[in-house]
Antibody
Framework: QLRLQESGPGLVKPSETLSLTCTVS??????????WGWIRQAPGKGLEWIGS???????FYNPSLKSRVSISLDTSKNQFSLRLNSVSAAGTGTYYC??????????WGQGTLVNVSS | SSDLAQDPFVSVALGQTAKITCRGD??????PSWYQQKSGQAPILVYG??NRPSGIPDRFSGSTSETTASLTVTGAQAEDEAVYFC???????????FGGGTKLTVL
């Protein structure tokens, strides 16, 4: 059974960099043609795709965040990571990692709450 | 438009049929996926690429016509009360999109 688990600081100061890691267990992240993505949800709001990394390492980002976001794979640790620069209060919310194919996100992490505040 | 539009609220009587819709130009090209999110929980996939994942009740079904996708819950149960999100690719095919979500209330 594939499992994804997010980890990282729960509090980030405005203008600083948000860094999260997703640890995958149950399968190798480069074993198939999957994307590994980050999705966030502001409190009481909908889902927003941040970006994804293909198993080959190719990345795709939400155009509205592209200038500030970086996603990378670490196959040696079976992890992938998110870095979001220059965060503001609007970045507060729950951050999920997920595996997806062309569209469907079939496995999700439980989510990690990040508060952007001084 | 590269957006996916959902009605914010749908209600259904217990045991009746609920239809949740999602509209977007990219649905002509890409299959939608549907997610159920209950309060305080991560979303789960309930329908994607014309099939249900293992463990999802067969009362959930999906369809697409032109630019409108639908998730139908036939014989809605109290435990189906949740927010449902649709998802697809944008017209470029490079980016994922999510609809704004539909809160399903089972009366």
């Amino acid at each position: 059974q594939l499992r994804l688990q997010e980890s990282g600081p729960g509090l980030v100061k405005p203008s600083e960099t948000l860094s999260l890691t997703c640890t995958v267990s149950g399968d190798s992240i480069n074993s198939g043609s999957y994307y590994w993505g980050w999705i966030r949800q502001a409190p009481g709001k909908g889902l927003e795709w941040i970006g994804s990394v293909y198993y080959s390492g190719t990345t795709f980002y939400n155009p509205s965040l592209k200038s500030r976001v970086s996603i990378s794979l670490d196959t040696s640790k079976n992890q992938f990571s998110l870095r979001l620069n220059s965060v503001s209060a609007a970045g507060t919310g729950t951050y999920y990692c997920a595996r997806h194919g062309t569209v469907a996100c079939d496995y999700w992490g439980q989510g990690t709450l990040v508060n952007v505040s001084s | 438009s590269s957006d996916l539009a959902q009605d914010p609220f749908v209600s259904v009587a217990l045991g009746q049929t609920a239809k949740i819709t999602c509209r977007g130009d990219s649905l002509r090209i890409y299959f939608p996926s549907w997610y159920q999110q209950k309060s305080g929980q991560a979303p789960i996939l309930v329908y994607g690429k014309n099939n249900r994942p293992s463990g999802i009740p067969d009362r959930f079904s999906g369809s697409t016509s032109e630019t409108t996708a639908s998730l139908t819950v036939t014989g809605a149960q109290a435990e189906d009360e949740a927010v449902y999100f649709c998802s697809s690719r944008d017209s470029s095919g490079l980016h994922l999109l999510f609809g704004g979500g539909t809160k399903l209330t089972v009366l």
